[in-house]
Structures are given as C-alpha cells and as structure tokens.
T-cell receptor
Framework: DAKTTQPNSMESNEEEPVHLPCNHS???????IHWYRQLPSQGPEYVIH???SNVNNRMASLAIAEDRKSSTLILHRATLRDAAVYYC???????????FGKGTRLSVIA | NAGVTQTPKFRILKIGQSMTLQCTQD?????MYWYRQDPGMGLKLIYY???????DKGEVPNGYNVSRSTTEDFPLRLELAAPSQTSVYFC???????????????FGPGTRLTVT
C-alpha cells in the first residue's frame, strides 16, 4: 500500500484556521485520499475524501496538490472539539481496508 | 440507526481465558472490520469480512478468530488471552458498492480489554 507521511503533532488557537498536511509521494492514479479523525476515547470518524479535485463538506475542506503527491486538510475555524488525532489514508479501491498510520495529534488552545 | 455497537465496553481477563467481543451494525453494510489500537499507536487491522460467510485476515490476525453468519453481526473471539492482547478493539463497517465507489467507514465506540 502507498504510504502517507504526517507531522506527529500540531497546535492551533481556537477559532483560527488549521492546515493539516499529508505527503503521499508514491500515490497511484487510482488511490483516493481519505481523512479520518479520532477524538479522545472514541472510535475514528470520517472527515472527508477526494481523488483529484478539492472537496468541501460541512466538517472540512480537502486541498489536493496538482501532482497529487500531497494534500492538506483544512479546518476553517478550529474549536476545542476539533482536538483529535487526524489520519490521512490512501485507499486504492472501494473495497480496500483502511490502513492507519500514527496520524497528527492536533491540540487546540482556547 | 444505532450505527455500530460493541459490547462489552470494558473487560479484564486472566491469562489463558477466552472471550468474545460482540459487534453489530444496523446499516445493512456488507463489509465489516476488526481493529486493535495499542496506546499511542494507530489502528491495526485484525480481520475483515466482505459479506456473510466470508472472512479474511488483516495485519495482525494471530490469536483471534472471527465468524460472520449474518450481515449484522461480526464477533471477534480470543481463545487463549495473552498480555500482548491488552488493547482497545474497534469494530467498523462500510457499504462497498460493486461500482467501486468510495463511502465512509463507521466505527463503534470500542472495547477496552486488559489481560493480566
């Protein structure tokens, strides 16, 4: 499976935008980029996914580089509830099990 | 919908004991998964199932067994518990379409297991 590289941790002030980077230089043409997050003491939850174009939903935006070797998850206004571990995962096809790395631990400061 | 439910929430086992972790989903998802998460680490896939009667090994299947007799249920069995199996266990499910479309995966709240 193609691997992703994320910073171990990041910090943000409340109500400011947060840009969480993910490098995936070995991504293949059919790999989708998925983001999940895991709040403390909970199971992971889906955030967003995309293939080539930037994507927006109620939780976040996903910006994908033109060469697809990197992507950025954007939280437009961080809240305390957004403090979590964020996982960037490449998924080769719809039936491929998700493979989790260590993710990025986001801390939000009031 | 209740989503993905897991029981029990917590359990302490002695070495050598056995137990079954229960997982049920009410979304009619065809794919189901079991992961374990050790402290400070990401989730590792234990087993998964693509439909009733079909199961397959993930990254760390040793020491575990699964069955999938119905679409809704996917229990995980530990036969001879070992301290190395102390972990948090997450069950998940996903609707996978034959068209190959991507959909989100839903996770249960987890079972925290301690083996002493």
């Amino acid at each position: 499976d193609a691997k992703t590289t994320q910073p171990n941790s990041m910090e943000s002030n409340e109500e400011e935008p947060v840009h969480l980077p993910c490098n995936h230089s070995t991504i293949s043409g059919t790999d989708y980029i998925h983001w999940y997050r895991q709040l403390p003491s909970q199971g992971p939850e889906y955030v967003i996914h995309g293939l080539t174009s930037n994507v927006n939903n109620r939780m976040a935006s996903l910006a994908i580089a033109e060469d697809r070797k990197s992507s950025t998850l954007i939280l437009h206004r961080a809240t305390l509830r957004d403090a979590a571990v964020y996982y960037c995962i490449l998924v080769g096809s719809g039936n491929t099990p998700l493979v989790f790395g260590k993710g990025t631990r986001l801390s939000v400061i009031a | 919908n209740a989503g993905v439910t897991q029981t029990p929430k917590f359990r302490i086992l002695k070495i050598g004991q056995s137990m079954t972790l229960q997982c049920t989903q009410d979304m009619n998802h065809n794919y189901m998964y079991w992961y374990r998460q050790d402290p400070g680490m990401g989730l590792k896939l234990i087993y998964y199932s693509v439909g009733a009667g079909i199961t397959d090994k993930g990254e760390v299947p040793n020491g575990y067994n699964v069955s999938r007799s119905t679409t809704e249920d996917f229990p995980l069995r530990l036969e001879l518990a070992a301290p190395s199996q102390t972990s948090v266990y997450f069950c998940a499910s996903r609707l996978v379409l034959t068209s190959g479309g991507h959909d989100e995966q839903y996770f249960g709240p987890g079972t925290r297991l301690t083996v002493t």
